[in-house]
DNA sequence: TTGTAATGTAAAATATTTTTCACATTTATC
DNA sequence: GATAAATGTGAAAAATATTTTACATTACAA
């Protein structure tokens, strides 16, 4: 899963940190989900997608064809 | 966080037991996703959602208004 | 070029999700 | 009403997300 949350961010002109913060995780959290090092929980998905000010989870989160196959 | 789940899946004919088989986790957590008894990874909610045919997720996971502020 | 903010990342600890097992209750069918 | 399938739920274990701490690197302003 790779996600648009650096590009959406910077066009906030927001830092990492300010993102966690308003999110209500860490630094480490963005940075790691910026990096596609994890799968998020669902809510703070959303909580971020409203934060980026998107219309969908989709438009942040972006999921690869084969990967509804795998856990 | 409430959920659709219970309602798209009986329009699909199908049991918890099915519905987990092919998200790929058992029948207890969609089970526990129907009651709302937590919240679940992005992934496997954008693969319920898949399964459901949905559109997007928001389809099948409703947040309440106030949710994006707490973790 | 020095200092400062921002970012990348690792390891250990903690929190949360998900599984497993087990049993009770409900729902449908005969 | 008996039987089987489906559902609800609890508790402990396992897996995974997230935090914390700490340090290194990069980017940018003075």
């Given at each position: 899963m790779k996600t648009n949350i650096r590009e959406l961010r910077k066009k906030?002109?927001?830092?990492?940190?300010?993102?966690?913060?308003?999110?209500?995780?860490?630094?480490?959290?963005i940075?790691?989900?910026?990096?596609?090092?994890?799968n998020p929980s669902l809510l703070l998905a959303y909580k971020i997608t409203k934060i980026l000010g998107t219309e969908s989870i989709e438009d942040v989160f972006v999921f690869e064809e084969?990967?509804?196959h795998t856990v």
């Open positions: 906030l002109g927001i830092s990492q940190q300010e993102l966690g913060d308003l999110a209500g995780v860490t630094r480490q959290t940075n790691a989900l910026e990096n596609s090092r994890y084969d990967e509804s």
